[in-house]
């Protein structure tokens, strides 16, 4: 590192979030994180990802947790510290898209609970599908990110990179994120992308990655000497594997140099400390698997996600056809490149991957096919980047034209439907939002809130008197 002149890089810590739910499936609940908030807050971290995601779902369907009020005593415990979420767009945190006034009204909310800064994605990196929440949150006061899927393709030229960066910023977004989710990023692609993402902004660059691979720390440190601003990383204990490279580790590789993050080491060993229990539990329970905490070469061999390849694993298992996997590996880039090369991530990673499998299992290519290939065919997930295969296409879905303009234009408001639909439940504003993106779910802990409310009545009941509450 010969540069000479100081840039500090700033750290996102994300083992409030992404870390744990990377490693041992969101189930992290509030008590482990309440008492090493007032160390967190003193370090001085750029931000904390604490919120989105899959974290959202969890609380409620397996913490019996209320996802604001996590939230929200989050936020006190953090004073100082700007608070992150990790937000899909159009698709809020849920699995299709949602009306724009859904949309807006969870960013409202989001902010006015604690969110400082909201990372947003979309899993066709289609900007359309992410302009209702940018402007919702530069409405509200909070900071825009948006976040890039990161993969390969013909189409993903760094002239791609850098045009798309051009346009984020036209768009008023604050930051820009390279969201690497399958840790497919070398560190010399790293130094190139941010090169491209850098010429065509001038706004902050964050890189967010997994140690899958094992590349991730070296991809950090090419990035930063392109020009990266920020980097998310896990505090040890919940580092590494399919999480990210440890906090502890980057600060002191960064330490004396032209790069140095200037946060306090002692402070943060001090919180991998702190959850360093909590993973001998998680691990005694076997709720974090040792073969999470390895290398998947897989991931670099194939150009395949790990989450994907263990779902077609799966997949073929049951039919008894696992002996069908090097048939699938080679079907995913044939089927991805008919479907307009989408990148690889929740939900089109699943979209691809099952429509290879019944590729292969059929014998005929697009004999059978899911009711989500046919609406990506249909338009209805955004714009892939690259045209999709017409005679596939016509075969997936004969005699139907696609939408071309954005998917959200063709919902009715939904906000007031949603509100009528759970009023029963409801004993906060957010509630509703819990119901709009989780109806099921949400009327189930909202059946749970409520007894456990009914027996601290009952608990405080003046028994005596027969003061039973009614």
């Known amino acids: 590192m010969s540069d000479t002149v100081k840039r500090p890089v700033g750290i996102t810590e994300t083992i409030l979030r992404d870390a744990h739910q990377s490693l041992i499936a969101t189930r992290m609940p509030i008590e482990e994180m309440l008492p090493i908030l007032d160390t967190m807050d003193k370090v001085g971290y750029h931000s904390v990802e604490c919120w989105g995601g899959a974290t959202f779902d969890s609380c409620l369907r397996f913490l019996k947790e209320d996802p604001w009020e996590r939230l929200r005593k989050l936020r006190k415990g953090l004073p100082n510290t700007k ?51 940018v402007k919702a949150t530069k409405k509200e006061k909070g900071h825009a990110q948006i976040a890039l899927c990161y993969t390969l393709g013909d189409a993903y030229t760094l002239e791609y990179w850098e045009n798309i ?12 994120c390279i969201k ?4 497919l990023l070398l560190p010399s692609a790293a130094y190139d992308l941010v090169t491209a993402l850098k010429k065509g902004s001038n706004l902050p660059i964050q890189l967010h990655t997994h140690y899958t691979s094992g590349m991730a720390s070296m991809t950090y440190l090419k990035a930063i000497e392109a020009g990266v601003d920020i980097i998310d990383t896990a505090a040890s204990p919940l580092s590494m594997g399919t999480s990210q490279p440890a906090t502890e580790v980057m600060v002191k590789a960064l330490e004396g140099t032209p ?44 150009q395949v996600p790990g989450g994907m390849l263990s779902n077609m694993i799966k997949q073929l298992g049951e039919q008894g056809k696992e002996d069908k996997l090097q048939d699938v590996l080679e079907e995913v880039p044939r089927v ?41 065919c249909r338009g209805l997930y955004g714009q892939t980047v690259k045209p999709m295969n017409p005679e596939v296409v016509a075969k997936i879905i004969p005699g139907e034209t696609p939408i071309t303009d954005r998917p959200a234009d063709h919902l009715e408001p939904q906000l007031d439907k949603f509100k009528e639909e759970c009023k029963q439940w409801t004993q906060q504003p957010e509630d509703v939002l819990s119901y709009a993106l989780f109806p099921q779910v949400a009327v189930e802990y909202f059946k749970y809130r409520k007894a456990q409310q009914e027996k601290v009545d009952i608990s405080k009941a003046d028994t005596k008197n027969g003061a039973y509450p009614v």
Do not use: W
């Open 83 to 133: 608070l992150q979420m990790l937000f899909r767009g159009q698709n809020i945190l849920g699995y299709s898209h949602y009306s724009d006034d859904v949309v807006e009204y969870f960013v409202q909310k989001s902010i006015a609970n604690g969110i400082d800064i909201i990372r947003i994605f979309d899993c066709l990196n289609d900007l359309r599908n992410l302009e209702t929440c």
């Open 165 to 176: 960066a051009r346009r984020i910023e036209e768009m008023g977004a604050d930051s820009i």
């Open 180 to 183: 690497d989710m399958a840790g």
């Open 259 to 302: 790069y140095d993050t200037g946060l306090d080491l002692n402070s943060i060993i001090k919180v991998g400390q702190h959850f360093e229990p909590y993973r001998a539990e998680c691990l005694k329970d076997g709720l974090l698997n040792p073969k999470v905490m390895g290398v998947n070469i897989n991931t670099l061999r194939y």
């Open 336 to 376: 991805r490149k008919d479907l307009g090369e989408p990148p690889l991530v929740t939900p089109s990673s699943q979209i691809v991957g099952t429509q290879a499998v019944m590729n292969v299992l059929m014998g005929e290519r697009y004999k059978v096919c899911t009711g989500q290939t046919k609406d990506l």
